[in-house]
């Protein structure tokens, strides 16, 4: 077990996508105006397969550490694990046993831009409970961080409208690293499923990417229907991942 650091992980990881962007997803926050995470320590696996162990903890609360595993033999990082004792364990491939989650990303155009879009400026508080009432819509709060505060450099939300002018979804995005953008939150209100409002929004996604130089990333997505939909967008999986809480 070699201790490394996190540019040289990446480095020997380099053209193999579903690592880096998920090293990305882990440190990138020296890009942001408020970072999420604090990179700590890694280490690469000895033998033929690059696998790692990726330790980082949460700016907010550094008593909360998480570790990112990869390796054919997650158990011989188990002195890390008894070292940290984390809060919760990524393990990747087929090595977890927790809750299956899998990340996306996509570099080419999306499928058309069918629907009317606009990006959320302050100005749109009357947005804020389009969907008040309904189950899982964060937009209230995902209005103060990613419209009005932007806690990110490069943060937005992109709103799209029926027939009726209504607003119907929306995607909230957020860049992770330099040239990705990741998807942060996707919702289409609960009258208005079933019409491609949410296959509309990601295809709309990839071609402001596309435009802007970026690559288009669908992190966590965390069920089959999501994964469907992402497929069907012309995201192409990378990270496959078991999440789990560990307790020593």
């Given at each position: 077990?070699?201790?490394?650091?996190?540019?040289?992980?990446?480095?020997?990881?380099?053209?193999?996508?579903?690592?880096?962007?998920?090293?990305?997803?882990?440190?990138?926050?020296?890009?942001c105006?408020?970072?999420?995470?604090?990179?700590?320590?890694?280490?690469?696996?000895?033998?033929?397969?690059?696998?790692?162990?990726?330790?980082?903890?949460?700016?907010?609360?550094?008593?909360?550490?998480?570790?990112s595993?990869?390796?054919?033999?997650?158990?011989?990082f188990?002195?890390?694990?008894?070292?940290?004792r984390p809060?919760?364990?990524?393990?990747?491939?087929?090595?977890?046993k927790?809750?299956?989650?899998r990340?996306?990303?996509?570099?080419?155009?999306?499928?058309?831009?069918?629907?009317?879009?606009f990006l959320?400026?302050?100005?749109d508080?009357?947005?804020?409970?389009?969907?008040e009432?309904?189950?899982?819509?964060?937009?209230?709060?995902?209005?103060?961080?990613?419209?009005?505060?932007?806690?990110?450099?490069?943060?937005?939300?992109?709103?799209?409208?029926g027939?009726g002018?209504?607003?119907?979804?929306?995607?909230?995005?957020?860049?992770i690293?330099?040239?990705i953008?990741?998807?942060?939150?996707?919702?289409?209100g609960?009258?208005?499923?079933?019409?491609?409002?949410?296959?509309?929004?990601?295809?709309?996604?990839v071609?402001?990417?596309?435009?802007?130089?970026?690559i288009?990333?669908?992190?966590?997505?965390d069920?089959?229907?999501?994964e469907r939909?992402?497929?069907?967008?012309?995201?192409?999986?990378?990270?496959?991942?078991?999440?789990q809480?560990?307790e020593?």
């Amino acid at each position: 077990m070699e201790k490394v650091s996190a540019e040289k992980l990446a480095g020997m990881l380099e053209g193999r996508l579903d690592y880096v962007l998920e090293l990305y997803v882990l440190t990138e926050s020296r890009l942001c105006s408020r970072p999420m995470y604090e990179f700590v320590e890694a280490y690469l696996a000895v033998g033929d397969e690059p696998g790692f162990c990726l330790v980082y903890r949460g700016i907010n609360d550094p008593e909360e550490v998480y570790i990112s595993i990869d390796s054919d033999d997650p158990e011989g990082f188990g002195g890390i694990l008894r070292k940290y004792r984390p809060c919760s364990i990524t393990t990747h491939g087929d090595h977890g046993k927790g809750e299956r989650e899998r990340s996306f990303y996509h570099v080419g155009r999306g499928k058309g831009q069918n629907g009317r879009f606009f990006l959320l400026v302050p100005g749109d508080k009357s947005l804020r409970n389009a969907f008040e009432g309904e189950a899982d819509c964060y937009l209230d709060t995902l209005f103060c961080d990613f419209v009005e505060e932007k806690i990110y450099g490069d943060c937005g939300i992109i709103g799209i409208c029926g027939g009726g002018g209504g607003l119907c979804g929306y995607l909230a995005y957020c860049q992770i690293a330099e040239g990705i953008r990741d998807v942060s939150y996707l919702y289409v209100g609960e009258k208005h499923r079933g019409k491609g409002f949410g296959k509309a929004l990601l295809d709309y996604f990839v071609c402001k990417n596309a435009d802007e130089g970026k690559i288009s990333y669908y992190s966590f997505a965390d069920g089959e229907a999501s994964e469907r939909l992402a497929r069907s967008r012309g995201f192409l999986p990378c990270a496959l991942r078991r999440v789990q809480n560990f307790e020593l």
